[in-house]
């Protein structure tokens, strides 16, 4: 089993930046991919970014490419989100998650997720 934990949300005004933490522990050799995902109040969790633990390879959701950046700390098994230019649209409970067999954004794919935090922009 792997444990995420994420931390780094807050709220921050529309065109602020925030930067998202995901570290991961257990059986992190097990992990070949890992993602973002955000769920805002009455709606479905949405995929955001995904990184490839091998290659770095990174694919991002239409609505936050060339605003958010993810990456990787291999060395401390930490996955970062870095979120500019963010949108009240972007207010939501961010999520990681942890896969081996599966690198997409769908949210039914994995079944290693952190507790969320909270990123609140206002306008």
């Known amino acids: 089993q792997v444990q995420l934990v994420e931390s780094g949300g807050g709220s921050v005004q529309t065109g602020g930046s925030l930067r998202l933490s995901c570290a991961a522990s257990g059986y992190t050799w097990r992990v070949n991919c890992m993602s973002w995902f955000r769920q805002a109040p009455g709606k479905e969790r949405e995929g955001v970014a995904r990184?490839?633990?091998?290659?770095?390879?990174?694919f991002y959701a239409d609505s936050v490419k060339g605003r958010f950046t993810i990456s990787q700390d291999r060395a401390k098994n930490t996955v970062y989100l870095q979120m500019n230019s963010l949108k009240p649209e972007d207010t939501a409970m961010y999520y990681c998650a942890a896969g081996r067999d599966y690198c997409g954004l769908e949210q039914t794919r994995y079944s290693n997720w952190g507790q969320g935090t909270q990123v609140t922009v206002s306008s």
């Open positions: 990184i490839l633990s091998g290659s770095g390879s990174t």
